[in-house]
Structures are given as structure tokens and as C-alpha cells.
């Protein structure tokens, strides 16, 4: 029997850019507490209710992604999702824009 496919939601902060994942109708902080969905249909309808933090210009581009689950725990599929479960790729002290920009 082959295993159920899990998936979790996750989003960005619109302000910060931060990386943000669904727990129980709002979003959290850290991969290790977002909620595992094992229904499609529940996975579309916390998607869809998601729209509302979207609208009201708190997160963007919510997505569902695909995680397998071992015994560590939940892990992403996609590289992608991997990278940006461990937080930031780059330091905090050199992501600074420069103040004057020459045109």
C-alpha cells in the first residue's frame, strides 16, 4: 500500500518576506510547526481559506507543497521547499540594500 501523500501550506509575510507555514486556520513561524494535511480536500480548503490573509495584505502567494514523512519527521520533497524550511539563505548582517542607488 503505498503511502499517503502529505502536504503543507506555506506563504510569505508581505511586510517581511518571511517564510510562513498554516497551523490550525492561521500562520506560524517554523516548518516544524506547520500542519500536515493528508486530505486533499482538506489541504484545498485551508488553501482557500488562506485567500483571506491575501486580501486583507498579510501573505502572499500561499501554495500547498508535497512532504514525506520519516522518523525525524515531515520533510520536503522539492529542494526548493527544503531551503526555505531552514530559514533565511543568506546572513542577516549583509542582506542590506545599498542606500544610494546611481541610475
Known amino acids: 500500500m503505498p503511502l499517503p501523500i502529505l502536504q503543507i501550506l506555506t506563504a510569505n509575510r508581505l511586510k517581511t518576506g518571511e517564510v ?7 500562520w506560524v513561524e ?3 510547526r506547520a500542519e ?11 488553501l482557500a481559506t488562506a485567500q483571506v490573509f491575501v486580501t486583507a495584505n498579510q501573505v502572499v502567494s500561499p501554495y500547498l507543497f508535497e512532504v514525506r514523512e520519516d522518523k525525524a519527521g515531515p ?5 526548493r521547499e527544503s531551503i526555505r ?5 543568506i546572513r542577516p548582517d549583509t542582506c542590506k540594500q545599498a ?4 541610475v
Open 20 to 26: 510562513l507555514y498554516w497551523r490550525e486556520g492561521n
Open 30 to 32: 517554523g516548518f516544524d
Open 36 to 46: 500536515l494535511f493528508s486530505d486533499a480536500w482538506q489541504a484545498d480548503a485551508a
Open 75 to 79: 520533510r520536503p520533497i522539492e529542494e
Open 85 to 89: 524550511s531552514l530559514g533565511p539563505s
Open 99 to 102: 542606500d544610494h542607488v546611481s
